[in-house]
Structure formats: structure tokens, C-alpha cells
């Protein structure tokens, strides 16, 4: 009798740190894995970061800011991004806007468009 049923294999696929790879077969595993290409790690990247802020959001751990700058870093240096001007950015917005220092929180109706 022929079975109806269909067994689906879902692959998961996350971007990790480099010697992720070498730690695992340094602990016996034999890990699946390939390098993203230019585009590709764009986008892994982005992700990565919102990745690691979920866990930092439900954690509350520090090492996860780590794990987000050092994503950011990635994506600037992939971006070939000058880090001068991205201070510059950041500081421009900073005088603008102002920082988050002062924890106000906008009501959502009033919230829109505003970061």
C-alpha cells in the first residue's frame, strides 16, 4: 500500500561568525556550510542584525550588542561605507534630534514617522 504522506526537509540557513565552522569540527561535528556571495551577504547580514536584536530584546544580555555591532561592522565594511561620515551622520542627528537619553515615549497616534 502506497503511502500519502509527504516528508518535507526544511534546510535552515543563518549567516554565522567565521570560526564557527572550525569549532564545531573541533568538537566533532561535520558542519554544512558555504560562502555567501556579495549580494547574498548583504542581505544575511540585515538579517543577522534583526536576529540578534530579537535576542537581545527577549534576553536582555549585553554579549548580544556585540554579536549586533559586530554585524554592523560587516555590513559597513562590505558596503565599503566611510565610517567618518557615518560619525557624522550620527553625530548631525544627535544635534538635531537628540539622543536617547532622556527615555520619552511617543504615543503610538503620534509616534508616526518620528524615530
Known amino acids: 500500500m502506497q503511502s500519502d504522506k509527504k516528508w518535507v526537509i526544511l534546510l535552515a540557513e543563518k549567516l554565522v561568525r567565521d570560526k564557527i565552522p572550525d569549532i564545531i569540527r573541533e568538537n566533532g561535528g561535520n558542519p554544512r556550510v558555504r560562502v ?3 549580494d547574498e551577504l548583504e542581505v544575511l547580514l540585515r538579517e543577522k542584525i534583526v536576529e540578534e536584536a530579537k535576542e537581545f530584546l527577549f534576553s536582555g544580555d549585553t554579549e548580544e550588542l556585540v554579536d549586533i555591532q559586530e554585524a554592523i561592522d560587516a ?5 565599503k561605507a566611510d565610517t567618518a561620515l ?3 551622520q550620527r553625530h548631525s542627528k544627535l544635534l538635531a534630534r537628540g539622543g536617547f537619553t532622556k527615555g520619552y515615549v511617543l504615543s503610538s497616534e503620534e509616534a508616526e514617522g518620528y524615530e
Open 86 to 88: 557615518i560619525e557624522l
Open 36 to 38: 555567501a556571495g556579495p
Open 75 to 79: 555590513l559597513l565594511r562590505l558596503r
